[in-house]
């Protein structure tokens, strides 16, 4: 997953200190953008033309004429899905910016070590709040991010999942997992089959496919999933 991170400051020093100390921490493990803001105005300007798109925002408190404050609260009052760390040159400010659920807070004095420290806390917590699903592999335990199945499948005594990248195999029945997913948008087709229900390009009587993947679908399971099908597709705006 691409992370795209803003770096908002008006000393173009700084900007170019917190983005070698994103990538020097980040290097290897992630696919990151970052997108540099020389001010308020022009971050506001790029999210009121639909042109932000950061996950993560390292905005500079004081700043002429647009402050950091200004621009949280901006972030905030339209809702946007950006996680923010202020940069200041004083505590003074740390109290408000709880208010605009700052991720945290740094000094610049101390950019160089606690910019990696906050985008690698930062990453884990992503991380941890993905959903995930333990199951042990070949003898080994893993937490598998329930986004990236596509469906499930059933075998002997193993399950399969078919993953956007992978599938792991292990053991356990479908009725172990059924509730769990059911409840993040899959749909069982069949004894041995259940599988995301937004991935559905189309039906028959005896398949479902999901793109150039064709999976069974039984008489049993057939009315539901033509159902969810056919709903989806209107949402979709295909009908």
């Known amino acids: 997953n691409m992370l795209n991170i803003g770096i908002c400051d008006d000393n173009q020093q700084d900007i170019n200190l917190i983005a070698d100390e994103i990538t020097k921490s980040l290097f290897a493990d992630e696919d990151i953008r970052i997108f540099r803001y020389s001010s308020g105005e022009k971050l506001l300007a790029d999210i009121k033309e639909d042109k932000f798109c950061c996950n993560l925002l390292y905005l500079d408190i004081y700043m002429e004429p647009i402050d950091g404050m200004a621009v949280a609260d901006y972030i905030r009052n339209n809702k946007l899905d950006v996680d923010i760390i202020f940069v200041t040159n004083s505590t003074e400010h740390v109290y408000k910016g709880y208010l605009y659920k700052a991720f945290s807070y740094i000094l610049k004095n101390n950019l160089m070590e606690d910019v990696g420290i906050e985008t690698k806390r930062y990453l884990q917590e992503i991380q941890d709040s993905e959903e995930c699903i333990n199951v042990t592999s070949d003898n080994v335990a893993r937490k598998l991010p329930i986004s990236q199945i596509i ?3 059933s075998s002997g005594r193993k399950l399969t999942l078919h993953m956007t990248n992978e599938d792991v195999s ?4 479908m009725a172990d997992i059924e509730p769990v997913l059911t409840e ?3 749909i069982r087709t069949h004894q041995s089959y259940m599988i995301r229900t937004k991935k559905i390009t189309g039906m028959t009587k005896e398949t479902v ?8 679908i039984s008489r049993r399971y057939y009315n539901e999933v ?3 099908f056919n709903k989806t597709s209107v949402e979709r705006g295909e009908k």
């Open 226 to 228: 033509r159902d969810t």
């Open 209 to 216: 496919s999901m793109g150039d993947i064709d999976i069974p």
């Open 151 to 153: 469906y499930v499948e």
């Open 170 to 173: 292990f053991y356990a029945k």
């Open 184 to 186: 993040r948008g899959f």
